[in-house]
């Protein structure tokens, strides 16, 4: 069973930047494409971004491309999204998982746009 754990999130003011961490446990990190998904209140969980096993190939929802960048590092079973330019609609708990079937839910890291 892998386990994700979610950081890096807090509260930015508008145009700021962030980035956000997930760490997964187990061996088999390298072999799984990943997502980072993010939910709002009242509104369903979304896939803004996805990587490729080997990090060559990414893919971004129209809503965060040009400001949003995935990254992974195999070695250290880590995913990142860096996010720039943030805006207020971008304020959601941000989750990290395999795509595009997902393991188990992290708990997720609050990311707040606000001034």
């Known amino acids: 069973q892998v386990q994700l754990v979610e950081s890096g999130g807090g509260l930015v003011q508008p145009g700021g930047s962030l980035r956000v961490s997930c760490a997964a446990s187990?061996?088999?990190?390298?072999?799984?494409?990943m997502g980072w998904y993010r939910q709002a209140p009242g509104k369903e969980r979304e896939l803004v971004a996805r990587?490729?096993?080997?990090?060559?190939?990414?893919n971004y929802a129209d809503s965060v491309k040009g400001r949003f960048a995935i990254s992974r590092d195999n070695a250290k079973s880590t995913v990142y999204l860096q996010m720039n330019s943030l805006k207020p609609e971008d304020s959601a708990v941000y989750y990290c998982?395999?795509?595009?079937?997902?393991w188990g839910w992290g708990q997720g890291t609050q990311v707040s746009v606000s001034s």
């Open positions: 990587i490729s096993s080997g990090g060559y190939w990414t």
């Open positions: 187990g061996s088999i990190f390298s072999n799984y494409a």
């Open positions: 998982n395999a795509f595009p079937i997902p």
